[in-house]
């Protein structure tokens, strides 16, 4: 008999994160919040000087300026679930994206977690249409989720909630901690193979623990065959690294999300059976 297609939920996880790759700028234009016409956009959700984007609460969102009335087109809301063993830098990469002061010690988030953060970001004009009207710059709707290793572990609801209808995971692990390294490509796998309802999420590697070169145990060669195995964008995070490093990092996670978008809606082509699914 005829074999069937997979659906959008059971597509097995390599294979996902082939179907939503993208190279980093595919579709937005990661020096634009540098530029003039940026700049506003980036005051609204991170103010000249500072070196923490603004929090933002349940109901709130970013006060748009009056010179930019109804130039933001919205995108999400987007569920992005961080994960990764203690201890790795989970929490700190949260603090650090959403505008929240660093701990100064390290405690275990004792139960689940979620925070909030918006990101201007703009789309690359295609060549194609270089007459055509350019669409309005896009605000991107974040909600960054997490649960404590221990917690997680000990409470299967907590797991299921932190994967339910998830649209990017990010797999935080530090290049001081092999055992975080050895784990991720199966952590992959079981991660992104449809085992919750709705489509497959996309996803990020997220290396941390780079400020601390004495410490580190893994090459560089070790973290380019990670994200070969893998086959998803590897990213660099450390709690003091430059303003404009964590605006590429946040503008690399609303390209994937973007790109899954596309991918779903049957935008774009993808040779993986079972794509196009919502």
């Excluded at 297609?5 to 634009?32: A, L």
């Excluded at 789309?123 to 960054?144: D, N, S, Y």
Aim: net charge positive; aromatic share 6%.
């Amino acid at each position: 008999c005829q074999q069937q297609p997979q659906s959008p939920q059971r597509i097995e996880g390599i294979r996902c994160s082939s179907m939503y790759h993208c190279d980093r700028g595919s579709h937005f234009q990661f020096n634009w919040l540098a530029s003039q016409e940026g700049a506003p956009h980036l005051q609204a959700v991170w103010p000249r000087g500072q070196p923490r984007p603004l929090q933002f609460a349940l109901l709130e969102s970013p006060p748009q300026p009056q010179q930019l009335a109804a130039a933001w087109q919205p995108a999400g809301p987007f569920k992005v679930a961080v994960t990764g063993r203690a201890g790795v830098g989970k929490s700190a990469l949260i603090s650090a994206l959403t505008g929240r002061s660093p701990s100064p010690s390290w405690r275990e988030t004792p139960g689940l977690a979620v925070h909030r953060q918006f990101w201007p970001c703009r789309l690359r004009r295609a060549a194609t249409a270089t007459t055509a009207p350019e669409e309005p710059p896009l605000l991107c709707h974040l909600q960054f989720w997490e649960a404590g290793d221990a917690a997680s572990r000990s409470f299967e609801h907590l797991r299921n909630e932190l994967r339910l209808a998830c649209d990017c995971v990010l797999f935080v692990f530090s290049v001081a901690d092999r055992a975080s390294v050895a784990e991720l490509p199966a952590v992959v796998r079981r991660t992104l193979d449809g085992g919750s309802e709705g489509a497959p999420p996309c996803g990020l590697l997220v290396a941390t623990r780079l400020d601390q070169p004495e410490a580190q145990v893994v090459s560089r060669a070790e973290l380019l065959q990670l994200e070969r195995d893998c086959r998803l964008p590897l990213v660099r995070f450390s709690p003091d690294m430059p303003s404009e490093s964590a605006w590429q990092l946040l503008t690399r996670l609303c390209e994937c999300l973007w790109h899954r978008r596309l991918v779903l809606r049957g935008s774009i082509e993808t040779s993986v059976p079972g794509a196009r699914g919502k």
